[in-house]
């Protein structure tokens, strides 16, 4: 801090605190603290085999690229140029018509102009116009055009990791430009030359190799699992008896590792064992957990196609290894997105696996039909709309919840009613968030797409801004004391958002509320919910 | 003359000077957003401006209840504590206000026992100013919390003592943990 000090001359000459209006080509990017990511631990991006594998700091000058590294960024342009026909056609079609410009959460949040998505794509368009349109070449700057410097890099890798990849705007683009695409694309040129952060480059390393984002071994995930069973029965009384990695069951589950080893998370992990557990002794279901294909998050997302391909491909090896029938996923975002819109060019289609459905409902889960993977949220809705769990929602009734969308299931795969459905039938009170902050325009958490790194509090503050500001709005005017979700990422960066904008929320997976909820076969009459703390009393006990 | 009495009259053009004060410490464009986009959810910044500035000056003409100071400004600075300014800058909109007066009450201020109202008026500015840094160094504790309380999820000391690893170091910083499971002794302590 003490070195960015503005100096008395510069308050003197500057009375009227006023911003000096470059124009922002000339706005070199400034470097701060608390709005980037540490750079990726070399041994990390070595063991990926990705480029440029080396100890480098942000702050420093010398940024230790490759001497070529004008010519690599150029040519990896043109490759995906000409391999995206998408990247290349919003590359040329926006008009500037700044739609987009106020929509962002780290616009709103930050108050930075280079975070308007429409400038951040400017950062990209920009080179491209100077390198491969002849306007740019002929015109430079007149059209918009400007070469590839140091500072522009600079500029590229701190903006483009200031986006989470969320697309609220693209949601407002007239010519539905996907900036998220955009970023995507520039992160993919920043990484052929080593141009990564360690809160991506390590979890996708520690995937690679173990299985899951956290590197825990296949007998410490089990080990994690076997906590639950005995929390659980301490809880409920009833005895739980997950399988794993069991060749021939009908289902394999595939989860986040944030659900096994982080809080709240782990109560969420509670949730889906106590759903199983019910739905086996009630209508004998058959599913399995991997300690193998142990993340259903995806990091490799945030790095390049290739990379996310590596860890999409093993999930489907693992199911194609247990010879089940589909998968079914637990409560994330971008895996989702992984899911929905590339898995099945990507490895697909999964063709050795068989077409979902419900062995409870019969329902045809046609959405999945290529993909055979079916969100738990919509496996779960089913079941509560064709009457198959016995819920008590009075159970809950110590809790006034409001949802939160998560990006990728909202926008990237179209997922609204399944959760708020379950959620109003596992609760009894129920509260929206404003109208232009849900659903479809859903505020992000400020912390996907990698960015959920310590470090960059600020700018996860700052992006969470608009979001934790809906949240306060439900909070005051109806008493709104829990926040819900279906996404991993959302619960682990939601509870320090809230610590600091709404203090009095707390943060929740969709199937811990199903759980305290459910109504399990041979159960003690219950005292406390999964976190241990008192149940409200209910009109019975009152009577009583 | 009272000056309180000058200042409830030209309230409203007071306060509407002193967010444009405020606003300028962004970018014009930036700064035209926040003074047009009249919605507080798709303006949250602007929003917080300009529901706070009107309550903190009715207390500077008013009782000058602290209490009622930070709640008005600790939303407007707790939104500066994570953008990037300097602390100086994060507070500098507190002290516009006297310029704000000084421009609008230009000819009444000519009056000599007004100047002396004024002058007492600048001190509770000044108090406000302190009022606000505090508010700032509250917000910059908590941001530093959350970041050490990040790095302790991320040391998995649940882990270790569950002795499911045996070098916490190792994984410490690859954790994509938000809340720790260290504060749930009752489920690991039970692993001998």
């Known amino acids: 801090m003490a070195e960015d000090l503005p100096k008395a001359e510069e308050f003197l000459a500057n009375i009227d605190y006023k911003v000096p209006d470059t124009a922002w080509m000339d706005t070199p990017a400034e470097i701060r603290k608390g709005m980037y990511c540490y750079a990726s631990n070399p041994k990390s991006v070595e063991y990926l085999g990705l480029p440029n594998a080396r100890k480098w700091n942000p702050l420093d000058d010398d940024w230790q690229l490759p001497e070529n590294w004008q010519e690599i960024i150029h040519n990896g342009f043109k490759e995906r140029l000409e391999r995206f026909r998408s990247v290349k056609v919003f590359m040329d079609i926006c008009v500037r018509c700044g739609a987009c410009a106020d929509k962002c959460h780290f616009y709103i949040g930050t108050g930075d102009p280079k975070n308007m998505p429409v400038l951040r794509a400017e950062l990209l368009r920009s080179v491209y116009r100077n390198d491969f349109t002849k306007i740019g070449k002929l015109l430079g700057r007149a059209a918009g055009a400007r070469k590839m410097t140091l500072d522009v890099l600079k500029e590229w890798w701190y903006y483009l990791f200031q986006c989470t990849e969320c697309r609220r705007c693209s949601v407002f683009c007239p010519y539905g430009i996907d900036t998220a695409e955009i970023t995507i694309m520039g992160r993919e040129l920043l990484n052929l030359i080593g141009l990564n952060i360690d809160w991506i480059a390590t979890p996708v390393a520690n995937c690679f190799r173990t299985g899951n984002h956290l590197g825990i071994q296949p007998h410490a995930f089990k080990d994690m699992l076997d906590f639950f069973v005995e929390d659980i029965e301490e809880v409920t009384g009833v005895e739980l008896e997950p399988s794993f990695n069991r060749k021939g069951a009908d289902i394999l589950f595939i989860t986040p590792s944030g659900d096994v080893f982080a809080d709240p998370g782990t109560y969420t992990c509670m949730g889906y064992m106590m759903l199983f557990h019910y739905l086996k002794e009630k209508y004998g279901f058959d599913i399995t957990w991997s300690t193998y294909a142990s993340e259903g998050g995806n990091f490799g997302f945030f790095t390049s196609h290739e990379t996310m391909k590596r860890l999409n491909a093993k999930m489907y090896a693992e199911a194609k290894r247990l010879g089940v029938k589909w998968i079914l996923g637990g409560e994330c975002g971008h895996m989702w997105r992984v899911i929905h819109q590339y898995m099945d060019t990507m490895n697909g289609p999964a063709d050795f696996l068989e077409e979902p459905v419900s062995p409870i409902t019969g329902t045809k889960f046609e959405n999945a039909k290529s993909t055979k993977m079916v969100h738990i949220a919509e496996f779960t809705a089913d079941l509560i709309k064709h009457n198959k769990l016995e819920l008590d929602p009075r159970r809950n009734d110590h809790l006034k919840v409001t949802y939160h969308d998560s990006c990728n299931t909202a926008r990237g795969m179209g997922m609204f009613d399944e959760p708020r459905y379950v959620i109003n039938n596992v609760v009894n009170h129920f509260y929206e968030m404003p109208a232009n902050t849900i659903r479809e325009q859903t505020f992000c958490c400020g912390s996907g797409s990698g960015l959920n790194a310590g470090e960059n509090m600020e700018l996860r503050m700052a992006g969470g801004l608009p979001r934790a500001n809906a949240v306060r709005s439900v909070h005051e005017k109806h008493g709104v004391n829990m926040l819900a979700c279906v996404c991993a990422v959302d619960r682990a960066a939601l509870p320090p958002l809230m610590e600091y904008w709404v203090p009095e929320v707390d943060v929740t997976g969709l199937h811990e509320l199903v759980a305290n909820a459910l109504i399990v076969p041979g159960e003690n009459e219950r005292t406390t919910d999964l976190r241990g703390e008192d149940l409200p009393e209910t009109e019975d006990d009152a009577d009583e | ?192």
Request: aromatic content about 8%; some cysteine; charged content about 25%.
């Open chain 2, 1 to 192: 003359m009272k000056l309180s009495k000058l200042l409830i009259q030209h309230k409203a053009e007071v306060v509407k000077k002193w967010f444009d004060y405020a606003v300028q410490s962004y970018k014009a464009d930036v700064a035209q957003f926040l003074k047009t986009q009249g919605d507080q959810f798709a303006n949250p910044v602007g929003g917080a401006l300009s529901q706070n500035l009107e309550p903190l000056f009715n207390e500077l003409c008013g009782q000058m209840n602290t209490e009622a100071l930070t709640a008005s400004v600790d939303p407007i600075v707790r939104i500066r504590a994570v953008q990037s300014f300097a602390p100086s800058q994060a507070v500098a909109f507190i002290f516009s206000l006297k310029r704000v007066i000084r421009t609008i009450l230009k000819k009444e201020l000519r009056n000599e026992n007004l100047l002396q109202q004024l002058y007492e008026f600048d001190l509770k500015i000044d108090v406000l100013g302190l009022i606000a840094f505090d508010a700032f160094m509250v917000c910059r504790e908590k941001i530093y919390d959350l970041k050490a309380n990040e790095m302790r999820n991320r040391t998995l000391h649940a882990f270790e003592r569950a002795k499911l690893v045996k070098n916490t170091s190792l994984y410490s910083i690859h954790a994509q943990a938000a809340q720790p499971i260290t504060n749930r002794e009752g489920v690991l302590s039970k692993k001998k």
